[in-house]
């Protein structure tokens, strides 16, 4: 089945860049998100990239799709106290699923 | 705004009990899916709804049922409560047909079934 991986734990200093990776295994995915959670919420949609994009930039995110690899990235120019959450990879494969990673949480530190 | 409504943000329940978790989504999205979430295993797929009284299993449905007999509201019933269902459930709804577009989460309901 489909399956999402990402690392668990990431610490970055105040104003460096973060980047969090995530590998996918569905070859049919067709969007791939980022979502954001804050401690004690749900899940809000970061930024998503189609599965035929290489790289998609919003303000301060850029997400990297390395579609050959399976491998998506996302990285945060400029990390402040506030991005400190968890953040999921998800891949959208066959017919209403998403599958989420296990999550990565980001430690900004002042 | 854009809005999902969990009904109860923490409940406490004993083993055994029968536990109602509302959700009501007021985009008129066609699609409903409740999660649980537990720490190193991510979100999980439980039950989602494409349509009203429509219902299909998501990765682990065992011990829990699914109502939609409206399109603004889905409900996960747990018909008898088990510790290994302290969670944190997450409600999300979607419009579209396809596996498109932005799911929109409520706040989360934690059970904690003693």
């Known amino acids: 089945g489909e399956d999402v991986e990402q690392s668990l734990f990431l610490s970055v200093r105040e104003g460096d860049s973060s980047v969090i990776n995530c590998t996918y295994t569905d070859s049919s995915s067709t969007y791939l998100y980022w979502y954001k959670q804050e401690p004690g919420a749900g899940l809000q949609l970061l930024t998503y990239?189609?599965?035929?994009?290489d790289m998609k930039q919003d303000q301060r995110l850029t997400v990297l799709l390395n579609k050959k690899d399976k491998h998506l990235s996302l990285r945060i120019a400029d990390t402040q106290t506030g991005d400190s959450a968890i953040y999921f990879c998800a891949e959208a494969g066959g017919y209403q699923k998403v599958t989420f990673g296990i999550g990565t949480k980001l430690q900004v530190i002042p | 705004d854009v809005k999902v409504t969990q009904s109860s943000r923490y409940l406490v329940k004993r083993t055994g009990e029968k536990v109602f978790l509302e959700c009501v989504q007021d985009?008129?999205?066609?699609?409903m899916f409740w999660y649980r979430q537990d720490p190193g295993l991510g979100l999980r797929l439980i039950y989602f709804s494409y349509d009203v009284k429509m219902k299909e299993k998501g990765d682990i449905p065992e011990g829990y049922s699914v109502s939609r007999e409206k399109k603004e509201r889905f409900s996960l019933i747990l018909e008898s409560a088990s510790t290994n269902q302290t969670s944190m459930y997450l409600c999300?709804?979607?419009?579209?047909?396809?596996?498109?577009?932005?799911?929109?989460f409520g706040e989360g309901s934690r059970l904690t079934v003693l």
């Open positions: 985009m008129d999205h066609e699609n």
């Open positions: 999300a709804s979607r419009t579209g047909t396809w596996n498109t577009g932005e799911l929109f």
């Open positions: 990239i189609f599965s035929n994009m």
